[in-house]
C-alpha cells in the first residue's frame, strides 16, 4: 500500500512538473524571445515572493493603522493606491510589451519579405537574359520594363552524320541532336507582375523608417576559374522596426533561432556564397502574399 502511494505521488509530482515545463515552453514560443523567459524558473519561489508581498501588504496596513493619524489615513491610502496602480501597470507592460511587439514585427516582416521575393524574381529574370544579376535598382526597373523572355522549345531531331557517312565509304549514317525553336518572346514585366505596376516601388522598403530603401549589391564569385553572378538585398532590422522600443529591438537583432529571422538584417542573397535564399524561417515562405 505504501508503494502505491509513493508512485502515486511521484506521477502526480512528474505530472504537475511536465505541466509548468511545457507551459514555460509554450509562452517562450508565442514571446520569442529566449532570454525573457528563464525555463529554470522556480515556482515554489514565485509562490514564496506573492506570500511576502501579501505579508508585506497586511503589515503596511497595520502601521497605516497604527501610527498614521486620523486625518492623514485617505491621503496616504490614495497614495498607495496611485502606486500599487502604477506598479500594476508596469508588471502588465513589462509583459504586454514583447507579446505586442512580436505581432507588429511577424506583420512588418512578412511585408519586407515580399518585397524580398519580389526583388528575387526580377533579379533571376535579370540573370536568365542577360547573365548576371543588376547592381542597382535603377537598372533592375528599366530591365523590367523593356526586356523580353525567349520562348523556346526543345525537341529531337536525326540527322545525317557526313564524316561518318564518308568513313563508312557511303553508308548512310545517322545522329542524334537536340533542336531549339523559338516560338516567340514575352514581356518580362508581363510574367512576373501581370498588370501590376508594383516593380516600379522595388527598391521602397514598404514597413518602418518612412522613405527607407534596400540596399542591393551584385557581383561575381570566382570558383575554379568560373565567374558565377551572385548579389544581396538587404534591410536593417532597425529601419523596419524604427519605432518600436529600443531594447525589444537590440534582442530581436541578436535572434539566432530556426523560427527567427537570424542577425540584424532581413537578408536576401548573399555576396560572400552562391545562393538566392532570404535568411528568414520557412513560415514567411508557406504564408500567403
Avoid at 52 to 75: C, E, H, N, Q, Y
Avoid at 86 to 113: D, G, H
Avoid at 203 to 218: D, H, R, Y
Avoid at 231 to 239: P, R, S
Amino acid at each position: 500500500m505504501t508503494s502505491f502511494t509513493q508512485a502515486t505521488k511521484n506521477k502526480y509530482s512528474k505530472d504537475r512538473n511536465d505541466f509548468y515545463l511545457q507551459w514555460l515552453l509554450r509562452l517562450k514560443k508565442n514571446c520569442r524571445f529566449a532570454k525573457t523567459v528563464n525555463l529554470n524558473f522556480n515556482i515554489p519561489k514565485m509562490i514564496l515572493y506573492i506570500i511576502l508581498a501579501i505579508v508585506a501588504t497586511i503589515g503596511l496596513v497595520w502601521l497605516i493603522d497604527k501610527f498614521i493619524p486620523s486625518k492623514l489615513r485617505p491621503l496616504v491610502m490614495i497614495a498607495l493606491w496611485v502606486v500599487i496602480g502604477v506598479l500594476a501597470y508596469n508588471t502588465f507592460m513589462s509583459v504586454y510589451e514583447p507579446i505586442q511587439f512580436n505581432q507588429i514585427k511577424k506583420k512588418r516582416y512578412a511585408l519586407v519579405i515580399k518585397s524580398l521575393k519580389d526583388i528575387r524574381d526580377a533579379q533571376l529574370a535579370h540573370k536568365q537574359v542577360t547573365g548576371k544579376f543588376a547592381d542597382n535598382f535603377d537598372n533592375l526597373v528599366k530591365f523590367i520594363d523593356t526586356a523580353e523572355f525567349t520562348i523556346t522549345q526543345r525537341r529531337d531531331s536525326t540527322i545525317i552524320d557526313e564524316e561518318l557517312t564518308k568513313r563508312y565509304g557511303g553508308v548512310e549514317m545517322t545522329k542524334d541532336i537536340v533542336v531549339i525553336d523559338t516560338l516567340g518572346f514575352v514581356p518580362v514585366k508581363d510574367s512576373l507582375f501581370g498588370t501590376d505596376n508594383r516593380y516600379k516601388t522595388l527598391m521602397n522598403v514598404p514597413v518602418g523608417q518612412e522613405g527607407a530603401k534596400f540596399e542591393l549589391k551584385a557581383g561575381f564569385l570566382e570558383e575554379k576559374e568560373i565567374r558565377i553572378p551572385v548579389f544581396e538585398a538587404l534591410v536593417k532590422k532597425a529601419v523596419v522596426l524604427n519605432d518600436q522600443d529600443k531594447d525589444l529591438v537590440r534582442q530581436e537583432e541578436q535572434v539566432v533561432s530556426v523560427e527567427g529571422v537570424n542577425g540584424d538584417a532581413i537578408r536576401l542573397g548573399s555576396m560572400e556564397e552562391v545562393s538566392t535564399t532570404g535568411n528568414w524561417p520557412k513560415i514567411y515562405d508557406t504564408k500567403e502574399d
